[in-house]
């Protein structure tokens, strides 16, 4: 695997203070060093697969600095897995070979049940699928001796105990299978969800209900004609949950939801009513060069509050709520997280409307989202989150309306675009505003000029046509998200949307500061990448 002395000290010293903070129960902190180190150093993957298998019990002495290599290794798949969302192929294939790693250790007997499960669980918060070979290996022996792997007889009854543990807590149980569970091969994941559609467990139809947001198609299909045969015996709960995630599956599927909700109705149970609940404050973090946005709500939860969490990008890609706590550590928790400073209280109006439009994109290419969401709705009492596109012309439009008209003269545009640069409301916002792909990247090396203002020009006139849509679709919504900002703090969404409009207008980008400002930040980007 050939660590090199100077990124072998690297990984081991970030692990070690990782660990220290974990063993003092701190969240760990996301330094600049630790940043650079993540960002320089993707082959670390197998160093820091090494150090967590070197001190995992019961093979290491050393669980808490295991579990400090674990989170740099979660942290350095979650950064491949940026890379290959923008077409990388190298960072595909070290994903590819880390798996194939982690198979072949497994294969022999290097890797236990249990720091299996961890790698699993890595994999799945990185959001990346298991390869076939991966998932091969999670049915052989791996260190028990059992010939035939583990059952899904044995994962149900595992899952029932789990139900107990979990209090019965049906999110709790299906986001620790997510995990542990996420290198199944299908067919096994399918029985699963099948089995504890029909089980006669107390609670456990209501973990395989969630398994119609399961990520695998298969697997949803396999939960509803499970689901289907027990709906009698289905709770009004479980139904009011069919009932709202009913449109938030592809169209080609709501039959098969129907169909459960007409058995469990025909058999006299009816939809339970939504538990009163409300937000006290969301919060939105900006839209960023990804188009990733997410938002953190404060709910009551009797004489505590409740965190919840939603995460969008061409999809509602995560969601979670967590238990109740005091105000101190809600507070000390958004503190800690890792959106960055940029971020807004927002209404309940400017979420609905942009969670519906995530789920309209998600379904469009056939992705459904994660069960927390549903918990999430649970959380603050009720939703009625439909999918809903918004419509880029008809919003820039409306906001245009709103522009005062002599903001909308033409020399007042130019001036504007010309100016947009220096706008002091995005010096935070803008960070993450760079492009970052193999075309960009082949761009820049093959330009004739090295001159930083040659370059940039020569990519706004070039490559950068591309991404047009993609740049006025992000101011769009940044100004949409700044507009929720109170009047008083006069924030530029006017100035924003002035500029997506001369974007969606075809406007030659070099005349706009804040383009020419996206296109050199590529540029040093692309620098610090080959350094």
């Not at 203070?17 to 060093?33: C, E, M, Y």
Request: hydrophobic share 45%; charged share 25%; glycine share 8%.
């Amino acid at each position: 695997m050939g660590r090199t002395q100077q990124k072998s000290s690297l990984t081991d010293q970030h692990a070690k203070r990782i660990a220290a903070a974990i063993a003092k129960g701190r969240p760990p902190a996301f330094t600049p060093d630790l940043d650079q180190y993540l960002e320089q150093s993707p082959r670390e993957v197998f160093a820091a697969l090494e150090g967590a298998s070197l001190h995992m019990p019961p093979a290491g002495k050393d669980e808490t600095l295991a579990f400090g290599y674990l989170f740099l290794l979660q942290a350095l798949l979650e950064r491949l897995r940026y890379r290959t969302d923008r077409g990388f192929l190298e960072a595909s294939r070290l994903i590819a070979d880390f798996q194939t790693e982690v198979a072949a250790q497994a294969r022999a007997g290097r890797i236990d049940e249990r720091m299996f499960a961890y790698l699993a669980g890595a994999l799945h918060q990185s959001k990346i699928p298991a390869s076939p070979e991966l998932s091969a290996a999670f049915g052989r022996p791996l260190a028990d001796g059992d010939e035939d792997g583990p059952s899904a007889a044995d994962v149900t009854a595992a899952l029932a105990g789990l139900l107990q543990a979990c209090g019965g807590d049906p999110f709790a149980v299906i986001g620790a299978f997510a995990e542990f569970g996420h290198a199944m091969p299908g067919e096994t994941r399918c029985t699963l969800a099948a089995g504890l559609a029909l089980s006669d467990a107390p609670g456990v139809r209501a973990a395989a209900v969630l398994f119609l947001l399961d990520g695998d198609a298969e697997v949803r299909r396999a939960a509803a004609r499970a689901l289907v045969q027990v709906a009698p015996s289905l709770s009004p709960t479980d139904v009011r949950r069919l009932v709202t995630m009913r449109n938030w599956r592809p169209e080609d599927e709501r039959s098969a939801v129907d169909a459960v909700i007409r058995k469990a109705r025909e058999a006299g149970i009816e939809s339970a009513r939504w538990e009163a609940g409300s937000t006290e404050a969301i919060l939105a973090s900006t839209v960023d060069g990804a188009a990733t946005q997410g938002f953190l709500l404060v709910s009551p939860a009797a004489r505590k509050k409740r965190l919840s969490s939603i995460l969008t990008k061409a999809c509602v890609a995560d969601a979670w709520s967590g238990e109740p706590e005091t105000r101190r550590q809600i507070d000390a928790a958004i503190e800690s997280t890792d959106m960055g400073a940029a971020m807004l209280p927002v209404s309940r109006a400017y979420l609905d409307r942009v969670v519906a439009h995530h789920l309209a994109l998600g379904i469009e290419r056939g992705d459904v989202p994660p069960p927390g969401l549903l918990q999430v709705a649970e959380s603050i009492g009720g939703v009625d989150w439909q999918p809903q596109r918004m419509d880029f012309g008809e919003t820039l439009g409306r906001l245009m309306a709103e522009i005062p008209e002599a903001m909308r003269e033409p020399a007042a545009v130019a001036t504007a675009l010309r100016q947009s640069g220096n706008l002091a409301d995005l010096e935070v916002v803008e960070q993450s505003w760079f492009e970052d792909n193999p075309d960009i990247a082949k761009a820049i090396a093959g330009a004739r000029t090295q001159n930083r203002a040659k370059l940039v020009a020569y990519l706004l006139q070039s490559v950068f046509g591309r991404y047009r849509e993609k740049w006025a679709d992000v101011l769009v919504r940044t100004a949409l998200w700044m507009r929720e900002a109170p009047a008083e703090d006069d924030l530029c969404w006017r100035e924003l949307a002035i500029v997506a409009k001369a974007l969606a207008d075809g406007r030659d980008m070099t005349e706009i500061g804040l383009m020419r400002d996206i296109a050199e930040r590529t540029v040093m980007m692309a620098a610090t990448a080959r350094a």
